[in-house]
């Protein structure tokens, strides 16, 4: 599978962007699909993850009631909404297919594609 990541850009503090991840290859609604996010110098994080048909979303704490996930099956893709940003939210996204072989879909490793990114950058 191939996954394409869109939608990030420059916003101002307090702004908000919609993230797309379009995957390519195969569809993707039997398999949980994580975002991610990555700021120089710091190990690349989970921001949410969506489970594979029905579509129960996970949340990291730091991003619960700021951001949503959301899948469109018929489209093939995966939507990030974001929202309240902060310069603290400036980071390149990623978005990543899990892998089947794990029961959890926290970490990096249990996703086995990943797409090349999008840049999300804040301005205060």
């Known amino acids: 599978v191939q996954l394409q990541a869109s939608g990030g850009g420059l916003v101002q503090a307090g702004g908000s962007l919609r993230l797309s991840c379009e995957a390519s290859?195969?569809?993707?609604?039997?398999?949980?699909v994580g975002w991610f996010r990555q700021s120089p110098g710091k190990d690349r994080e989970l921001v949410a993850a969506?489970?594979?048909?029905?579509?129960?979303?996970d949340y990291a704490d730091s991003f619960q009631g700021r951001f949503r996930i959301s899948r469109d099956n018929a489209k093939n893709t995966v939507y990030l909404q974001t929202e309240s940003l902060g310069s603290q939210d400036t980071a390149v996204y990623y978005c990543?297919?899990?892998?089947?072989?794990?029961?959890?879909?926290?970490?990096?490793?249990?996703?086995?594609?990943w797409g090349p990114g999008t840049q999300v950058t804040v301005s205060s």
């Open positions: 990543a297919v899990g892998r089947s072989d794990f029961f959890f879909h926290s970490k990096p490793e249990a996703y086995g594609s």
């Open positions: 290859g195969r569809a993707i609604k039997t398999s949980t």
């Open positions: 969506i489970s594979a048909n029905v579509g129960v979303e």
